[in-house]
């Protein structure tokens, strides 16, 4: 079975200094993978996805991602935080032995502090 | 114009009363979910419609019962309301079921049972 692992509810970073939010997965075929942000009171906003082709991803409000197939990782990067990041992060993986369903992992809370 | 949107915002009510919360999209989607996200920011799918189609059904009480009278529409009708079930119910829709299709979620309905 799919499944995602985000190892920190909490992650805490200084206004200007790169940020990281970890994800590792679980998957029996190829990977695809998500990252959402959700903003205090609000609905998940699609940030960036790995479907295939450059680890690198490039998302949404200057975030970007690295997927690491050996290290079966999909780390959430910035690197400038802003404050306006603060906000709860999800990573998530698509079950292809169900349906197709995401699959989410715990969530980070990204605190960036002035 | 809002992409997925939910009525209502919130809702309070009583133990055992019956609730309806609506969704639409404007995406032109082919598929719509529901996600229950519960005090702990765990988010769940929950049902997941494709062309008006039930394609996912996870583990959830029969006093959940979801309706899609077009693809446009998923709405959530929850019969004998009981403490357990408040939480964040989010609608989302994707172009289709493919692996890669990105979901798009509404802004979520808070349900709080009393």
């Known amino acids: 079975a799919q499944s995602v692992a985000q190892p920190e509810d909490q992650v805490n970073v200084a206004e200007g200094n790169p940020l990281t939010v970890k994800c590792t997965y679980s998957?029996?075929?190829?990977?695809?993978l998500f990252w959402y942000v959700q903003y205090p009171n609000r609905g998940l906003q699609f940030l960036l996805k790995?479907?295939?082709?450059?680890?690198l991803v490039k998302g949404s409000y200057g975030f970007e991602a690295e997927f690491n197939k050996s290290q079966t990782s999909f780390h959430l990067k910035k690197p400038s935080a802003l404050v306006s990041d603060s906000a709860l992060y999800f990573c998530?993986?698509?079950?292809?032995?169900?349906?197709?369903?995401?699959?989410f992992g715990s969530g980070t809370r990204l605190l960036v502090r002035p | 114009d809002t992409a997925v949107s939910q009525t209502p915002k919130y809702l309070v009510t009583q133990m055992g009363n019956d609730k309806s919360i609506k969704c639409e999209q404007n995406?032109?989607?082919?598929?719509m979910y529901w996600y229950k996200q519960d005090s702990k920011k765990f988010l769940k799918i929950m049902f997941s419609?494709?062309?008006?189609?039930?394609?996912i059904n996870e583990t959830v009480p029969n006093r959940f019962s979801p309706k899609s009278p077009d693809k446009a529409h998923l709405n959530l009708h929850i019969n004998s309301l009981e403490l357990g079930d408040s939480a964040v119910y989010f609608c989302?829709?994707?172009?289709?079921?493919?692996?890669?299709?990105?979901?798009?979620f509404g802004p979520g309905t808070r349900l709080t049972v009393l």
């Open positions: 998957v029996s075929g190829n990977p695809y």
């Open positions: 998530a993986v698509r079950d292809v032995d169900s349906s197709y369903k995401l699959i």
């Open positions: 995406l032109g989607h082919d598929t």
């Open positions: 989302a829709s994707s172009q289709g079921q493919d692996s890669t299709d990105t979901q798009y």
């Open positions: 419609y494709n062309n008006k189609e039930l394609i």
């Open positions: 790995y479907i295939t082709g450059d680890n």
